[in-house]
């Protein structure tokens, strides 16, 4: 849903929200006009989510890949690119347009993440991560060298490229950490626009053995990470997913089956929940939660029931 504009000279959401990421001390830049009010229905989808978090979740959706580490969310990443507190930078542009960029902790200027957003409607438009390229297998197979990165930038539909060139000009100022020696070069930018075919959720390979009759939230992936980390025989039982979607809406998925489970419970607070009940004589439980530096991204655990 839209963000609304009122007549009232309040100071915009996206500078509140810029101020308090990046700091009081850093007083932004921002035409007298530009005065926004958020709709609550649309922030609302999760309370305990910093706004910027929501946006990345809406711009990205289900999209995936192998940048700082192997096959996860891009949402998931991006939000990681822009954890460093203390290197939050902003930058006001023409057009009503800020360019927001941070690195990922605890790796320094090696990984790094910005964003342009739309300050009238703090809406993400475009977005990019430095990263080495880290390939499926484990976190540093694959990786690139300190010397080389691959800057990747990410498109709202219909963003014309040629507005995403501060991106390009953002990843060539490289960190003072990285400029000993020869120094980082942009190796490869590639581009990608998040229409539906990047951020449409696929269907999710079920780990052989993984029993048909436990359904699967729809909407998410396999948690790379923590699923390799499980033994063989422990992942034909249970299967760790991730989805941007809410806590409230993956245990409504399964309160709301039909056939509805048998004896089935379910508990939520803020920060994790569960539902339990046996379909077709199976036995399961779905537990979700938040990991306290990521608000926006759901973790999701499905085990069967020895």
Known sequence: MPLSRPRSASPSFLALLLSSIIGTAAAPAFAADAVLTLNTDRVQEDTHAPALDLALTRFAGMASGSYYWPEGLLAEQLISGLSSRRDRK?????????????????????????????????????????????????????CLDDQHAVLSIFLRPGFDRAKAQPLVAWSREVPEELQSGEGEKIAKTEYATMDAAHTSARAVERPKG?????????????????????????????????????????????????????????????????????????????????????????????????
């Open 90 to 142: 902003q930058q006001a542009l023409p057009d009503g347009l800020q360019l927001l960029s941070s690195y990922r902790r605890p790796y320094g200027g090696s990984e790094r993440a910005a964003v342009l957003i739309d300050g009238r409607s703090g809406d993400v438009l475009a977005a990019a991560l430095v990263h080495r390229q880290c390939g499926a297998g484990s976190s540093s197979a694959g």
């Open 210 to 306: 993984f029993s048909a009759v436990v359904p699967l939230y729809p909407k998410s992936l396999i948690y790379r990470t923590a699923q390799d980390a499980l033994s063989d025989a422990k992942a034909r039982r249970v299967l760790r997913l991730q989805t941007t979607d809410s806590m409230e809406k993956v245990l409504a998925f399964y309160k709301q089956l039909s056939p509805p489970l048998e004896e089935m419970e379910s508990a939520l607070d803020a920060r994790s929940g569960y539902v339990a009940g046996t379909r077709k004589g199976v036995a399961f439980s779905v537990n979700v939660k938040h990991d306290r530096d990521m608000p926006a991204i759901t973790n999701i655990e499905v085990e069967i029931s020895e």
